[in-house]
């Protein structure tokens, strides 16, 4: 756990929960939408599948 926050904060945010309202705002998606795909992908994914699903707009998964 301890390099996931690493992870986050070296991208600005504080912990999880901020990097995924990060990745909410940055790609017009509501925050619900984008806990929801983190918790189905799992913490691992927070910096792979989770930001390319993100950046497709969520179309992936609709």
Known sequence: MGDL???Y???GAECREDWLRML???NGLPF???QR???ELGEREDFGELVELCELGGRAVQ
Do not use: Q
């Open 37 to 39: 795909l983190a918790e």
């Open 9 to 11: 904060r070296a991208c």
């Open 5 to 7: 926050i690493l992870n």
């Open 24 to 26: 909410a705002n940055e």
């Open 32 to 34: 619900g939408t984008v």
